[in-house]
């Protein structure tokens, strides 16, 4: 029997990963269609960043030039990895905490994990649509408080910088005292969280409905608005910006490529347990991997097609307020919340008559629409991770999701406070900047490095594996060291770069050659042990999930031979990369922000927390153990 046909290779995806029978049982909430599931998991994807970050990062980034780091992360992290989530969700019948740990036990903690950030991000992201709610109502008045019409000078941007951050947020001048709570804000979260909680009671039959309201309205609207925006006079000037420039020396900026390769991480709902748990509601045979290219290749033209509403707006704005895009670039008014909430609506407020309204009201009603999909789908996926655990099985949905809106709501209160934007700000960094990319760490080091590693043990032998191991992982932490200069990217220098390339490629290249040369005698050949060393974990997760998803549907999208490889020596050092590089920025800025202690250990704790439930999966699997497998090894 060769290397490629050893049992090792094929895995029942009704077993665990010691072989125990699992039970099938499919819950009974299912995805009334596919199109369902895909707008589904579109609405989770798409929200406030594709709307306020991506434009202004194609903007900063040269222009069009940042589309090729851009769509290189999209097909090098972003398609597999989100293919990664779709079919374990979808031939586990699980989510992230079963799913992962139907691969190794130990790993279960990744689902909690990632359900953690989701909460994190769902207590801040309830807030900021919080606002929007009490602009949308503001958007009734006659006279808008943030219109800039008839203003001139500075007032142009004191006018609604003003009124957001002191009507709207009342926000303190000092992070470290806190005076007064925004209680309009507060009312506008709840009314948010209401909804959320009201739709999600309702069960995955409403959900499927919902979608193709909630998903299909705002991309309507998004597209009136575009093509309204670039009827406007200025707005070619907006859009020039945004894409008429081609700055091709950018390409050589480190963190150009480091923004790019984030941006598609978080704006595809990746590592943060979402996607699984909508997979797992799905039939085994659906063709998951395709949908996996038409979700992420659909959130990417979205992002693209918002810029182009953005721009063309803002470019009227500066056009009719005379004010040029380097001012607006310096007060801050072209990223983040100041672009959705400042100078998009500044820009509207020109209009004149009611048309301004009208167009406010449209754009409120967007952002409302986006944010609900990504809120109630950040919820869902808390509630199906801990569902799935022994501790929370025997609850209700209803009492998991009437539990987990409670908390949610109460931890959004504290964003209602005058200190609340600065909460946000370190939380969104933290969760970010380290949360996201060490999960994905996780996942990509569990499929990748871990799944099967017995069976390439036993072929290939345990010094050949272990050498291998060692010498890739160290070259990669060397690396990742010396390019950055042992603590910031901004300090390496191209002798940094040369000196870093020259001690770590070869070292990764002996870790190749030299232990398949070990192992070649036992293997039955040195091609055989590069199999078994290299390959055959990956490869035969692959093999496993294609047969599980094509059983019955021949013609369905198979995951490709090079998706394994990519999977264990692209992506799982990459975002080993970019956790250290984060690593080394924070120590030596000594904090985010330049935030008081008090800020920095909130953004520590949610890393611990995170840390924690990954550590105690790993020393206390049962802790985490499925109730479908105890059911099944009682009968």
Known sequence: MSVLESPGNKVDPEKGSNGSQVAADATSEVWTSRGSFILASIGSAIGLGNFWRFPFLVYRWGGGSFFIPYIIALFVIGIP????????GQVFRRAGTQSFGRLSPRWAGIGLSSSMISF?????????????????????????????????????????????????????????????????VFAGSF??????????????????????????????????????GCTLEGSMDGVHQYVGVWDMSQLKSKQMWIEAFSQILFSLSIAIGVMSGYASLNPRNQNIVQDAVIVACSNCCFSFIAGFAVFAIVGYMANGADIDFVTLNEQGLLSGSKLAFVAYPAGLSLLPGAGANVLLFFFFITVYMLGIDSAFSLVEAVVLNF?????????????????????????????????????LDVVDYFVSTFGLPLLAFFETFVAGWIYNKDESVRVAGLMPVMLHDGLFWTAIVL????????????????????????????????????????????????????????????DSLRIMLNDAICEGAPNNWRLPKVWALNVKYVMCPIMMYFVGINISGLAVDGGYGGYGPGYQVLGVILVIGLVTLLAIGWFKPAWYRDPALERSNSL
């Open 81 to 88: 990895l989100l293919q990664l989530e779709f079919t374990l």
């Open 479 to 538: 690396f990742t060291g010396l390019t950055n200069g042992f603590a910031n990217a901004d300090t390496s220098t191209e002798f940094d770069v040369a000196v870093s390339f020259g001690v770590c490629v070869p070292l990764v290249v002996i870790s190749f050659i030299l232990p398949a040369f070990l192992a070649s005698g036992q293997a039955g050949g040195f091609m055989e042990a590069s199999y078994a060393i290299f390959s055959m974990g990956p």
């Open 120 to 184: 994190g991000i769902v207590g801040y992201y309830c807030a900021i649509l919080g606002w929007s709610n009490v602009m949308l109502i503001e958007s009734f008045y006659s006279t808008v408080p943030w219109s800039i019409r008839g203003l001139s000078g500075d007032d142009v941007i004191d006018v609604p910088v003003n009124h957001f951050n002191n009507q709207i947020l009342h926000l303190s001048d000092d992070p470290a005292k806190t005076e007064i709570m925004a209680s309009y």
């Open 387 to 423: 569902r799935e655990t022994a501790w929370f099985h025997h609850y209700s949905r209803t009492q998991l999701v009437s539990f987990f809106c409670f908390i949610g709501m109460m931890t959004t209160f504290m964003y209602t406070a005058d200190i609340g934007l600065y909460l």
């Open 191 to 228: 009314a948010l969280w209401a909804s959320v909680w009201f739709i999600l009671v309702r069960g995955q039959e409403f959900i499927s409905k919902a979608v193709w309201v909630t998903v299909l309205l705002p991309v309507a609207i998004l597209l009136f608005l575009l093509i309204f």
